[in-house]
């Protein structure tokens, strides 16, 4: 991703999900607790999605951001529901930020290589989805979304002819 692009998108997602302040109490990022109120999260989120309701699944996500500002699968889950809702630079913000996390989170890959591909930064989008159809990120694709690879092989294909 370009630098400017990089520092926009750390800067855009670091003021989207405030951390909760030191006295505040009611739920710890990382507990049982947060976890299955993260997990409760997302589930409604993808539900309200599948209803076509996208922006309610997104905003449900962001407030549950502010329990756990830098869990990867949060900010991968906003990513993917942007992308699905053609919100390209929202998109790319999100799943980068989750790759900064974590490097090689196949689900973020994934977003944002296709979110940097439809904003035509086709160098970073082919570098991202290189990463992608390698290694620990190729394996977990295969694991968990193997459909998608075939479509991440016809992208990075069609955008290496491209440049």
């Given amino acids: 991703m370009p630098q400017q692009t990089q520092m926009k ?14 006295d505040d109490h009611r ?9 299955l109120l993260l997990a409760r999260a997302r589930n409604v989120a993808y539900a309200q999605a599948a209803q076509g309701q996208i922006g309610d699944g997104v905003s449900l996500l962001c407030d549950a951001l502010v329990i756990d500002p830098s869990s990867v699968e949060l900010l991968s889950d906003v990513g993917a529901l942007l992308l699905s809702a053609g919100q390209l630079t929202d998109a790319a913000l999100y799943a980068h930020r989750a ?14 290589g296709f979110a940097l591909s439809g904003l035509g930064e086709i160098k970073s989008a082919i ?4 990463t992608l159809s390698q290694g620990e990120p190729l394996e977990a694709m295969l694991r968990d979304t193997p459909d998608l690879v075939p479509l991440v092989a016809t992208e990075l294909h069609r955008l290496q002819s491209a440049n």
């Fill in 9 to 22: 998108a750390r800067s855009a997602v670091s003021m989207m999900s405030p951390a909760p302040s030191v």
């Fill in 127 to 130: 570098e991202v989805l290189t």
């Fill in 99 to 112: 790759v900064e996390l974590d490097p090689h989170h196949a689900a973020s890959l994934y977003t944002l």
């Fill in 27 to 35: 739920v710890r990022p990382g507990s049982r607790e947060s976890q």
